[in-house]
Nanobody, 122 residues
Framework: QVQLVESGGGLVQAGDSLRLSCAASGRTFSSYIMGWFRQAPGKEREFVTSVSWGGYSTLYADSVKGRFTISRDNAKNTVYLQMNSLKPEDTAVYFC???????????????WGQGTQVTVSS
């Protein structure tokens, strides 16, 4: 069982940066792929990024490549999402999630956090 709690969301202006954190409980954190998803109002949840067990392999959605960076600290049971050059279209609730395999499909993720709101004003 893994419990996930996101933090770090907020209201920023276009071009600003934010760093989201996701703290995980449980001793098996390092055995999970960790991912970030987001859901904007009226839209479906979409994959943002994921990171492998050791942090050496990552996947990014095209919309965030070059602007967002995922990382993890297994000693702290925490995964991070550094978001730079934020755009109004990045406005959404951001969720972290844990999966057994490296995938962009939300169906494969077993555990989810409650989400944190990110709002980017123009």
């Amino acid at each position: 069982q893994v419990q996930l709690v996101e933090s770090g969301g907020g209201l920023v202006q276009a071009g600003d940066s934010l760093r989201l954190s996701c703290a995980a409980s449980g001793r098996t954190f390092s055995s999970y792929i960790m991912g970030w998803f987001r859901q904007a109002p009226g839209k479906e949840r979409e994959f943002v990024t994921s990171v492998s067990w050791g942090g050496y392999s990552t996947l990014y959605a095209d919309s965030v490549k070059g602007r967002f960076t995922i990382s993890r600290d297994n000693a702290k049971n925490t995964v991070y999402l550094q978001m730079n050059s934020l755009k109004p279209e990045d406005t959404a609730v951001y969720f972290c999630a844990a999966a057994r395999s490296m995938t962009t499909s939300g169906i494969a993720y077993e555990y989810w956090g409650q989400g944190t709101q990110v709002t980017v004003s123009s």
